[in-house]
C-alpha cells in the first residue's frame, strides 16, 4: 500500500477501517517501529481525552437541569437527592452462589445458555444470527448493539440463574481453573489464562461456553462480597483494533475492545470508572498472557 | 406551541443529562459554564420537542442542540469582543470536579488533556469530543456536524496531534500509557 499517514493510522485506531486494509496497516506497522509508536500515541490520547471527562458522568446532576427539562426532580432523585450519573442497579443479593458443579459437559453448557436466552427472548431482547462485530458507519454500531446486546443478554442469564437458584447453570472452582484455562484455550486457538482479580476484590465463579458470531466464546464469571457480578467474554472477530469503549445496557455497564482477532467485553452492575479500571487490568493481564 | 412531551421521552432526557454534561463540559471548560450550556439546550429542546421526529435517536438530536447553543454563543462573543477567536480556557480555569481518590498523576495528566482540548480551536474541539470521548462513529460526527466525513477525520487527526505533542511537551507522559497510569486504581 502507499505509505501509511497520520488520518490512516487514526481510522485504524477508531476502528473504522474496512477489515483488509486494516490488515496491510499490520503489516505496514509490523515492520515500522516509529508507526507503531504514533499508533500507541494515538490509542493513549483518545483513551486520555475519555478518561479526562469520565468523572463528569459520575457527579451529581444539578436539579436545575431536571428541572429545566420540566420532570419531576423527585422521581430521579438517588440518594443523595440527585440523580446521578452512575445509577447502577445493585444486584439482588443471593444468599448463596451456587454449589459447586463442575461435571457437567461445556458442550452441554452452551446449549443451556442458548435455552434460557432463547426462553427469555421477550423481556432480553438477545439476537441470535449476531452478524459481524462491526462494519463501518451506521451498520457496524448497529451490529456493535447486537454484539452488546448479547454480552447484557448473557449477563442476564447468569443473573437470573443465579437468583433462581438454576440447577443447570455450570460453574468451576480454582481448582478447575487450569483445565477451563486449557479448554477454552484450544476452543479460542489462543493461549490463555483466565483473569485473577482476587486483588479487586472479585472472586472467579465460574465459566462458560457460550455462541457468538456462530463461534464458541468463553464467558468468566466474578463476584464480589459487595454483590458486584462482572463478566468477562472473549469471542472471535474479523475486525480491526478498537480501543476501549464504554456502553451501558439496562443495569449494566459494558467496557469492550477488540485487539488481534478477538472481541472483548467486560460487564458489570457497578460502577462505571472501577469496572474500567479493573478492565484495563484484565486487558494487561491477558495481552501479557497471550 | 409545541406538543405536549412524552412522560417517556423526558425520562430518556433525564437519562442523558450526565452525557450531555460531560460532552459540554468539554466544549465548555468550566464546570458551571458547560451546565448553563445544557440548561439552555434542555429548554430549547422542550420548547421545540416537535422538531424531534419519534424513533430517531434522541441522544444525538440533543447532542446537536448543544453544539449549536455553543457555537451560537462563540460567534456572539466574537462579534461583541472583536477578537477572531476567544479561548474560554484563557478566560476561566477549567474547574475540575474529582471524585474518589485518585493517584495525583493521573490528576495531574487528565488536567492536561482538559486544558489541551479546552485550548483547541471549536471545530476540533467538537470532534474530538464527538468522537473519541462520546464515541460516535467518523459517520455519525459528520452527520451531526453536517459536514463531509473527511472534514472530520483530518479535525480530528489534527486535534490529537495537538493534544500528542502537548502532553509530550508538558511533560505529562510522552505519552503516559494508560494502563500504567492506572495501575493502582482498582
Redesign the interface.
Known sequence: MSRVD??ML??YV?G?MDAATAREIETALAGDPALMLRV???R????????????????P??E???A????PAAS?KADTGK???DNVVPLKRSTSWLPRRSAIGWAAAASVAALVIGYGAGEMRPQFGFGDLGL???L??ASSNRWLDNVAAYYHVYQNSLANKDKLLVDFTASDVPELEKWFGAKLNRKLEVPNLT??GLTTQGGRLVIINDKPAAQFLYSSDKGELVELVIAFTDQPYQPE???RKGDVNIVHWRDNGYAYAFAGNMDA??LQ??A??V??DLERAS | MSQP?D?RV??E??AL???L??FA??LAGAADQA?DL??AA??R??ARIDQWTPGTRLDSWMFRIVQTIWLDERRAAKVRTGEGRIDAAEAAEPEL????IRQME?HL???A??RV?AKLPEEQRLV??L???E?Q????AADSLGIPIGTV??R??RA??S??KA?GETGS?N?????ER??G??
Open positions: 497520520d488520518v487514526m481510522a477508531d473504522e500507541q500515541q494515538l493513549d490520547g483518545a483513551m486520555m481525552a475519555r478518561g479526562a471527562f469520565a468523572e463528569v458522568l459520575h457527579e446532576v444539578p436545575r437541569l431536571i429545566a427539562l420540566g420532570g430521579a440523580v446521578r450519573g463501518g458507519g451506521g457496524q454500531n486483588s479487586k469503549q464504554i456502553t470508572s472501577r479500571a479493573i484495563d487490568s486487558w494487561r | 412531551l412522560e423526558r425520562a432526557m433525564v443529562l450526565p452525557r454534561r460531560r463540559r468539554g451546565d445544557v440548561q434542555c429548554e429542546a422542550i470536579s474529582v471524585n474518589g493521573a495528566t487528565y488536567d488533556v482538559r482540548i474530538i469530543m468522537v473519541c470521548v464515541g462513529t467518523y459517520k455519525e477525520m483530518s480530528l487527526a490529537r496531534t493534544l500528542t502532553l507522559g505519552i503516559i500509557r494508560f494502563d492506572k495501575s486504581d482498582a
